[in-house]
């Protein structure tokens, strides 16, 4: 019987966190519906138990859940543009299947849900650093949903006393994070065509920043939040970055580095839905997690090249 449930397991985050699990020994459950999960993701996790299925349907929720103490969240439609297209796609993946998951893991006794939360939550918010004291103004649908679903967590919470945990992520990035789709995050985008010699395209001036996080940082905060009492995090909403930034301009200049590529972005109209600016606050988690990101911006991102140029990231 599985302790750990990874929702989202043959996705980027959800497979990082899962494989964290398994090297520490754990007893892990994974659910993934392949909708932009990849099977090839799976690889390396074979001590996994796992479950082909879509959150949106209640009694794949309840298998999911049964005989679990922990859930990590992180089974999602991650993009903005995607739900700008398809608003109730999104909607059903994010909202849908949380509030399904929850009503799950309340029936079948999980102790704990923790949740990957978005800094979409906080749309264009002047104020930088971003803080959770800030009154969220989502702009997407994406970041609607996302932000649904953190209010049905604290309802849980407070409603049924689940314990739950929002971990607000901002622009998470690294070794499996898929280059292939146009939803693709940037980096991952950038890192494959710069690799392959392939022109890149930069949405708007370039100037916009973002606290692009390596997914080891994201890994061990959840972690944490597994770990800390409830007393202390049940409830709470937090962001988890590293409370740095860079423009994509900056980022580019680096990848250029990294990656020996030859060729200039080219520039094109921004894209609708998006955010300028984005920096985290991270002293809440700081606080209540003890929470310290690990690897900085370059570090990962030079991990995160190597990985698409070899298939390992090296440490
Ligand atoms: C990302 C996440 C989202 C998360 C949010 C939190 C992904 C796919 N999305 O959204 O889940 O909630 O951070 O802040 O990880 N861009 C280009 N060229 C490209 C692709 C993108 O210039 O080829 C630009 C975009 O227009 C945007 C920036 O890069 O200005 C970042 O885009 P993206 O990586 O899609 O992430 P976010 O939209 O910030």
Request: proline letters at 4%.
């Amino acid at each position: 019987m599985a302790k750990y449930l990874v929702t989202g397991a043959a996705g980027f985050i959800g497979r990082s966190i899962a494989a964290a699990l398994l090297a520490r020994g754990e007893t892990v459950r994974g659910v993934d519906n392949f909708i932009t999960g990849k099977r090839e993701n799976l690889v390396g996790l074979e001590g996994m138990e796992f479950l082909e299925g879509d959150l949106a349907d209640a009694a794949v929720c309840a298998e999911a859940c049964a005989g679990v103490e922990i859930v990590f969240h992180e089974a999602a439609l991650a993009s903005v543009p995607r739900s700008v297209e398809d608003p109730v796609a999104t909607n059903v993946a994010c909202v849908d299947a949380t509030l399904n998951l929850l009503v799950a893991a309340r029936a079948t006794g999980v102790r704990r849900v923790i949740y990957a939360g978005s800094s979409a939550a906080y749309g264009d918010a002047a104020t930088l650093p971003k803080h959770e004291g800030m009154l969220p103004d989502p702009i997407s649908p994406y970041a609607v949903a996302k932000l649904a679903g953190e209010h049905y967590l604290r309802s849980f919470t407070r409603v049924y006393g689940l314990e739950t945990v929002v971990l607000r992520y901002f622009n998470v990035f690294g070794p499996y994070q898929d280059p292939m789709s146009h939803y693709s995050g940037v980096l991952a985008i950038f890192c494959r065509r710069m690799l392959a010699g392939e022109p890149v395209t930069i949405h708007g001036d370039g100037e916009q920043s973002r606290d692009f996080t390596y997914i080891e940082n994201v890994v061990h905060g959840n972690l944490l939040a597994a770990a800390v009492p409830a007393e202390k995090v049940s409830g709470r909403t937090m962001n988890l970055a590293t409370g740095s930034r860079a423009t994509l301009n900056q980022t580019f200049a680096i990848l250029r580095e990294l990656t020996g590529y030859a060729g200039e972005p080219s520039y094109s109209t921004s894209r609708a839905g998006d955010i300028r600016d984005s920096l985290a606050d991270i002293g809440v988690a700081r606080k209540l997690l003890g929470y310290e990101p690990k690897v900085d911006f370059r570090e990962g991102l030079r991990r995160t090249v190597e990985w698409y140029r070899t298939g390992t990231a090296g440490a």
